[in-house]
């Protein structure tokens, strides 16, 4: 089993920062991603960032790029992301996910754990 808690959502204005946290416990040594997801009322969850647990190769959506930051700290099992530059299309819930296959880095539906999620909320 794998545990995942995500912690440092918060509200924030435009233009602003957070950043939120991953716990992993139980068989993160297996896990091939870590993956950052949201979801806004309305839409469908979708790809935030992702970085590979061994070898820290990333991955960011096109709409984060040069604004939000993955990384991992490995003794601490702890997976971050670093959100800059706010805006208000960012609001959502983010949930921390753990791919154990390797089945996608970018597709929910390849991802095995989730956790409970965090709110993210920017306002204009």
């Known amino acids: 089993q794998v545990q995942l808690v995500e912690s440092g959502g918060g509200l924030v204005q435009a233009g602003g920062s957070l950043r939120l946290s991953c716990a992993a416990s139980?068989?993160?040594?297996?896990?091939?991603?870590m993956g950052w997801f949201r979801q806004a009322p309305g839409k469908e969850r979708e790809f935030v960032a992702a970085?590979?647990?061994?070898?820290?190769?990333?991955y960011y959506a096109d709409s984060v790029k040069g604004r939000f930051t993955i990384s991992r700290d490995n003794a601490k099992n702890t997976v971050y992301l670093q959100m800059n530059s706010l805006k208000p299309d960012d609001t959502g819930v983010y949930y921390c996910a753990s791919d154990l296959l390797g089945a996608g880095v970018q597709s929910a539906r390849g991802y095995d754990y989730w956790g409970q999620g965090t709110q993210v909320t920017v306002s204009s």
């Open positions: 139980g068989r993160t040594g297996s896990s091939h991603t």
């Open positions: 970085i590979s647990w061994s070898g820290g190769r990333t």
